[in-house]
C-alpha cells in the first residue's frame, strides 16, 4: 500500500514553455501533497504544501506564479512549471501524506 | 530555526561492519520522527518511523532507530549491512504535527557506501 505516481518520469522541454507534472496516490487519500526539488547530491527542499481544495502554501523563495499548484482531488495533485528556463531543470519529487509522507519516483525537468 | 543534522555525509563500510547514522534535530516540541532510504536512481522509500510508545524502533531490511529525548537524537543502526545497502539516507522531523500539517524538515543525507 501506500503507493505514489509521478507523470511523467523524465521530461525535455524549451525554454518558455510550461510543463505540468502530476502526482498520485495510488492506493490511498492523502490529506496532503508536498513537492520538493531535489540538486544532485543534495537533500530534498520543500516548495509547498497542497491541501485538497485549498491554495498551496509556498516556502519562502518559491515563486508561486512559477510553480502553479493545482490539487483537484484527494488523490491528484499537480506542478505546472509555467514559462520554463534552463534554471528550473532539476528533480521535482512530490510526496502523498496522512501522517507519513509516501514519495513519488520523481520527474527529470531538463529544460534546453 | 528547527533544523535537522545528519554529520555523516560519507559513510563507507565493509560488508557485515555495524552501521550507525547519526540524526539530531532541534525542537523542544512533540515530534515524529523518519528514517528514508534512497537507493541509487530510485524513490525515497520510508525505513521506519516513531511516533510514540517504545523508543526503539524497528525497520525494514533489518534497520532500526533509537530515540534518545534528551539528547534530541533518532540514531539509524544496522548490525551487519550489506552491499546492496549502498544508498542514502534521509533523517526527517515532522516538528508540528498536531496542526494536521505533516510538513518535513529534512536532514542533509549521509551517503552510505558497502564494500562487497
Known amino acids: 500500500g501506500a503507493v505514489v505516481s509521478q507523470h511523467p518520469s523524465r521530461v525535455i522541454c524549451k525554454s518558455g514553455t510550461s510543463v505540468k507534472i502530476e502526482c498520485r496516490s495510488l492506493d490511498f487519500q492523502a490529506t496532503t501533497m508536498f513537492w520538493y526539488r531535489q540538486f544532485p547530491k543534495q537533500s530534498l527542499m520543500l516548495m509547498a504544501t497542497s491541501n485538497e481544495g485549498s491554495k498551496a502554501t509556498y516556502e519562502q523563495g518559491v515563486e508561486k506564479d512559477k510553480f502553479l499548484i493545482n490539487h483537484a482531488s484527494l488523490t491528484l495533485s499537480t506542478l505546472t512549471v509555467t514559462s520554463a528556463h534552463p534554471e528550473d531543470s532539476s528533480f521535482y519529487i512530490c510526496?502523498?501524506?496522512?501522517?507519513?509522507?509516501?514519495f513519488g519516483p520523481g520527474t527529470r525537468l531538463l529544460v534546453l | 530555526a528547527q533544523s535537522v543534522s545528519q554529520h555523516n555525509h560519507h559513510v563507507i563500510l565493509s560488508e557485515a561492519a555495524s552501521l550507525e547514522l547519526g540524526c539530531n534535530y532541534s525542537?523542544?516540541?512533540?515530534?515524529?520522527l523518519f528514517w528514508y532510504v534512497q537507493y541509487p536512481g530510485q524513490h525515497l522509500q520510508l525505513l521506519l518511523k516513531y511516533f510514540s510508545g517504545d523508543p526503539l524502533v524497528k525497520g525494514i531490511k533489518g534497520f532500526e532507530a533509537e530515540f534518545i529525548k534528551s539528547k534530541f537524537s533518532f540514531n539509524l543502526r544496522k548490525p551487519s549491512v550489506q552491499w546492496s545497502d549502498t544508498a542514502e539516507y534521509f533523517c526527517?522531523?515532522?516538528?508540528?504535527?498536531?496542526?494536521?500539517?505533516?510538513?518535513?524538515?529534512f536532514g542533509t543525507g549521509t551517503r552510505l557506501k558497502v564494500l562487497a
Open positions: 510526496s502523498a501524506s496522512k501522517e507519513t509522507q509516501y
Open positions: 525542537y523542544g516540541g512533540t515530534v515524529n
Open positions: 526527517a522531523v515532522t516538528p508540528d504535527y498536531t496542526s494536521g500539517t505533516y510538513k518535513y524538515i
